[in-house]
Nanobody
Framework: QVQLVESGGGLVQPGGSLRLSCAAS????????MGWYRQAPGKERELVAR???????NYADAVKGRFTLSRDNAKNTVYLQMNSLKPEDTAVYYC?????????????WGKGTLVTVSS
């Protein structure tokens, strides 16, 4: 069974930094895209950043220049370094991956990790 295990959320003051990690576990052939979405209270889930296996990365305009997504293909892990955090970054952050297994490519979601930016 494929799972995405997230870590790294928490409470941070405005201007601070956090690093989120997401590791894929289970049996599968390969991982296509990996990335992070977020959902703030009362809002829809939105893309934060996503990267392909080949290394092409897309960022939401709201996080460009502040967040950096990196990927370790050998560890099936993606990292989101978040700097200069703002209160509006407060949300539940969800890891997302398109993973190729015996039934073809499927989308998977992590359970989410809460990031709170507050003084």
């Amino acid at each position: 069974q494929v799972q995405l295990v997230e870590s790294g959320g928490g409470l941070v003051q405005p201007g601070g930094s956090l690093r989120l990690s997401c590791a894929a576990s289970g049996t599968f052939f390969s991982i296509n895209t990996m990335g992070w979405y977020r959902q703030a209270p009362g809002k829809e889930r939105e893309l934060v950043a996503r990267t392909t296996r080949g290394g092409t990365t897309n960022y939401a305009d709201a996080v460009k220049g502040r967040f950096t997504l990196s990927r370790d293909n050998a560890k099936n892990t993606v990292y989101l370094q978040m700097n200069s955090l703002k209160p509006e970054d407060t949300a539940v952050y969800y890891c997302n991956a398109e993973i190729v297994g015996g039934q073809g490519a499927m989308l998977y979601w992590g359970k989410g990790t809460l990031v709170t930016v507050s003084s």
